[in-house]
């Protein structure tokens, strides 16, 4: 089965800097990556989508790359504000879109 | 902006009982979800609909699962008899396109004692 990993350790960083948090994932390749956002007790929100062929996709001060060859995607905040602290979660489809497989999440907490 | 709205926020139910999670979708999406998060853990795919029928299904979603969308506005879950270990946030999602991104409900906490 699908197996994503993200850093289970919470990433802390200052107010201002560049957040970089890493999905990767073993067996077969995923056609679509989304990355979303979750707050406490809330539901994920939707926040990035890269496709297989797409080496990189930016909105805002966001910004996620996904290697194929090295299963990888990282995802980017750059500016950082303390309204960023959440657990952003990686999220891929296989070529069968009807779901998703989540990672479990990484902790942002950005300090003012 | 459009909402995923889902009722109850929080249920609490005996085990053996039936409950049904409500979930209106956003209105012009054409796919439905249903996922799951046991506190702590992943979220974890239950179902996904399209035209009226389960697309797919995990394993997770045995007999005791079922989802319906009764009109055209509304999408349910069903669990005809809960087990302890159904505790867990369940989320309605839904999207407009297959392979898009979902927007989800806020979710509701179902607590089976």
């Known amino acids: 089965s699908q197996k994503i990993e993200q850093n289970s350790e919470a990433l802390n960083i200052q107010e201002g800097k560049t957040a970089t948090l890493t999905c990767n994932y073993t067996?077969?390749?995923?056609?679509?990556l989304q990355w979303y956002r979750q707050d406490p007790g809330r539901g994920p929100v939707f926040l990035l989508l890269i496709r297989e062929n797409e080496k990189e996709k930016r909105k805002e001060r966001l910004k996620v790359t996904f290697d194929t060859t090295l299963k990888q995607s990282l995802f980017h905040i750059t500016a950082s504000q303390p309204a960023d602290s959440a657990t952003y979660l990686c999220a891929l489809a296989l070529y069968n879109f009807n779901k998703f497989y989540f990672g479990s999440g990484t902790k942002l907490n950005v300090k003012p | 902006e459009p909402e995923v709205t889902q009722t109850p926020s929080h249920q609490v139910t005996q085990m053996g009982q039936e409950v049904i999670l409500r979930c209106v979708p956003i209105s012009n999406h054409l796919y439905f979800y249903w996922y799951r998060q046991i506190l702590g853990q992943k979220v974890e795919f239950l179902v996904s609909?399209?035209?009226?029928?389960?697309?797919?299904k995990s394993e997770i979603f045995d007999d005791q699962f079922s989802v319906e969308r009764p009109d055209g506005s509304n999408f349910t879950l069903k669990i005809r008899s809960t087990k302890l270990e159904d505790s867990a946030m369940y989320f309605c999602a839904s999207s407009e396109f297959q392979g898009g991104g979902y927007t989800f409900g806020s979710g509701t906490r179902l607590t089976v004692v």
């Open positions: 067996n077969y390749s995923p056609a679509y």
């Open positions: 609909f399209y035209n009226n029928e389960i697309s797919e």
